[in-house]
């Protein structure tokens, strides 16, 4: 790709892509509503709302807050970015993950024992989901020979065939990281506050706003990177993450919370034991 | 300028509430519990219930404040961000409603924080908190607009 085409690229997702989290959240709250036979909020809401974060006091406790919020929202869009301008994918996921530790630790920053709480559940999520999308990447690997995302998207075959076990994984991946029941002990959404808003309680104004826009891009690049699994075709790139979008807000509607002892027993025996188990069938035969 | 009409109509229609229970009977909390059910969805005015005063713009007071609980208020009042809006809902919250002259009873949430609107009833109705929060919200529109100690 040209020097041209690459900032084109690059100009166009930093565009859309929070325009396109945005509505992925107002899909979801609209859902959700429906689920439990209501209106719910205008498809604008999430917009509004950011909006609203703007033009509020921010009162940040210390220099580190707006530091470290900020520094998550760049490397949200600094994995957005990785992923739309083709590179490797084993780069997006360090990428992703120094993201998440900077959420972190902004939380930690604050003395707050909500925040600081919140903020060790949501190491302990980390520490439950990120071998599962490791091991996926490297099912990834072993299926078409490289970790470039140019190279996925070229393979003949949907990965999904190779990997079938990856979907399962990657689901539970998708409902830790979006703070869904059964998995939301970190910062739970809303009305089903736990530990006040959890990480999420000492932001306010302007830097929640970052926080927020963040989140959407990390949603949007986990069902991007789910639509790798089935490269071939538009309709396939598309059902799957929006199947899975779906049935994620219907499990967080139907779903209690689970601890953290129990969510990491049952996801790593029903999402990282098979996992491993698909890659040792793929690297034998 | 038109940035301002912009936050401003944003502030109108993403009203976060934080509701402060100042130790009543708890009819007000349930008829409020009752619109953010799905018969009154308070959602769809993108009312979202959040616990934390940092996140809320909207502070909803009910049951009578007494020298007690007097410091939590305004202590969560003074941490909820600005703008923001202060709704005493209930006779309890209004006037001291039927505990007024008690011997620990303020006598109103107004004698603690400044209160912009106030919701009368034993327990107001749905529809008329409804109303409050709508119309202690439509003082964002205004520029400038938000509580009135502010």
Redesign the interface.
């Given at each position: 790709m040209s020097i041209s085409q690459t900032v084109w690229l690059a100009s166009i997702t930093a565009v859309v892509a929070p325009l396109a989290g945005g509505m992925l959240h107002a899909l979801d709250?609209k859902l959700t509503?429906r689920l439990?036979?209501?209106?719910?909020?205008?498809w604008v809401?999430p917009?509004?709302?950011t909006?609203?974060l703007?033009?509020?006091?921010?009162?940040a406790v210390n220099q580190w807050q707006p530091f470290f919020a900020l520094l998550y929202l760049f490397g949200a869009a600094a994995s957005m970015m990785v992923f739309v301008l083709g590179g490797d994918l084993l780069v997006l996921f360090f990428l992703s993950t120094l993201t998440v530790s900077f959420l972190v630790m902004g939380a930690l920053s604050s003395a707050s024992p909500y925040s600081r709480i919140g903020a060790d559940r949501e190491m302990i999520q980390a520490l439950i989901y990120e071998p599962m999308l490791l091991v996926a990447l490297v099912g990834v690997y072993h299926a078409t020979g490289s970790f470039d995302i140019s190279a996925v998207r070229n393979h003949p075959q949907p990965l999904l065939l190779q990997l079938p076990m990856a979907y399962p994984a990657l689901f539970l991946v998708f409902l830790i990281k979006m703070h869904k029941s059964p998995f939301d002990f970190s910062a739970a959404h809303?009305?089903h506050?736990e530990l006040?808003?959890g990480i999420?309680?000492?932001?306010?104004?302007p830097v929640?706003a970052f926080l927020e826009i963040g989140r959407w891009l990390e949603t949007l690049l986990l069902l991007l990177i789910i639509s790798l699994f089935w490269n071939t075709g538009v309709g396939g790139a598309v059902f799957l993450p929006a199947a899975t979008f779906a049935a994620a807000i219907l499990l967080d509607n139907i779903a209690p919370r689970l601890v953290w002892r129990w969510a990491l027993r049952w996801i790593w025996i029903s999402g990282l034991v098979v996992i491993c188990a698909n890659l040792a069938w793929l690297y034998w035969t | 300028m038109i940035f301002n009409r912009l936050i401003n109509r944003a502030r109108y229609k993403s009203p976060w509430l934080l509701f402060f229970n100042g130790g009543g009977c708890n009819g007000c909390a349930i008829e409020i519990a009752a619109c953010l059910t799905p018969v009154y969805d308070l959602e769809r005015f993108g009312v979202i219930n959040k616990g934390n005063p940092k996140h809320a713009d909207v502070l909803m007071i009910a049951g009578t404040v007494n020298y007690r609980n007097r410091r939590t208020l305004e202590n969560l009042y003074s941490t909820i961000t600005t703008p923001r809006i202060v709704l005493a809902v209930g006779a309890c919250a209004c006037t001291g409603g039927i505990f007024k002259g008690a011997y620990n009873v303020l006598g109103g949430a107004d004698r603690a924080v400044a209160v912009d609107v106030y919701v009368p009833g034993c327990p107001p109705k749905p529809e008329a908190l409804i109303d409050g929060i709508l119309k202690g919200i439509g003082r964002f529109r205004s520029p400038g607009g938000g509580n009135a100690a502010d």
């Open positions: 709250r509503a439990q036979s209501r209106c719910g909020p205008s809401q917009f509004y709302d909006l609203k703007f033009g509020k006091q921010s009162q809303h009305a506050q006040v808003q999420l309680t000492e932001y306010a104004g929640l | -």
